[in-house]
């Protein structure tokens, strides 16, 4: 299976900084590589798909970068409602794998 | 809007079977793959199984291999999730959630229901 370890596992952070979570895969995976937010108590939501790509609706300031087994997720200014876990997922093969998520708290 | 709504939830003892159900309306259930994804308390996120459109392809993950099973009624735009001989390590939150592919090859989750609590526990 493949493992997928995010770094840092939280963070504090105030609005308006510039976050960087990373994502490592243990072995290549291309670009089949997902970012997920979830807020405490509600489901997660999807980001950003294929290393970079934004799903509809997710505000530009999330974007998404990386191939082969280093990706990285950047918030340029981060906001309120930012404030939440975020997830990384390798969708090269099965089973498909969630990194162990980073909070992003505020500062 | 896509809507997807989990069911079937509660406390169960240690061996004993559960179905999980999810509700689907907003888009034609037919044409998509469905994921069932968990999170045990405090925890993080769990890909658990995968079922493509039609039904035909299942993939599961090594910690519910052999003891759950994943299906859909796209009549009812219903999908299923069997979980039999249920651990404590069972206990959590399972979301079901849209694969935008037919076949799952995409693997990413567009959408997700609200969740529900599965307590394993005597």
């Known amino acids: 299976d493949i493992q997928m370890t995010q770094s840092p596992s939280s963070l504090s952070a105030s609005v308006g900084d510039r976050v960087t979570i990373t994502c490592r895969a243990s072995q290549e995976i291309s670009s089949y590589l997902n970012w997920y937010q979830q807020r405490p108590g509600k489901a997660p939501k999807l980001l950003i798909y294929?290393?970079?790509s934004l799903q509809s609706g997710v505000p530009s300031r999330f974007s998404g970068g990386g191939s082969g087994t280093d990706f990285t997720l950047t918030i340029s200014s981060l906001q309120p409602e930012d404030f939440a876990t975020y997830y990384c997922?390798?969708?090269?093969?099965?089973?498909?794998?969630f990194g162990g998520g980073t909070n992003v708290e505020i500062k | 809007q896509v809507q997807l709504v989990e069911s079937g939830g509660g406390v169960v003892q240690p061996g004993r079977s559960l179905r999980l159900s999810c509700a689907a309306s907003g888009f034609t259930f037919s044409s998509f793959s469905m994921h069932w994804v968990r999170q045990a308390p405090g925890k993080g996120l769990e890909w658990v199984a995968l079922?493509?459109?039609?039904?035909?392809?299942?993939y599961f993950a090594d910690s519910v291999k052999g003891r759950f099973t994943i299906s859909r009624d796209n009549s009812k735009s219903t999908l299923y999730l069997q979980m039999n001989s249920l651990r404590g390590d069972d206990t959590a939150v399972y979301y079901c959630?849209?694969?935008?592919?037919?076949?799952?090859?995409?693997?990413?989750?567009?959408?997700w229901g609200q969740g529900t609590l599965v307590t394993v526990s005597s």
């Open positions: 997922q390798q969708t090269d093969s099965f089973p498909l794998t």
């Open positions: 079922i493509s459109y039609d039904g035909t392809h299942k």
């Open positions: 294929t290393a970079s």
């Open positions: 959630a849209r694969d935008p592919s037919r076949l799952g090859d995409y693997g990413f989750a567009d959408n």
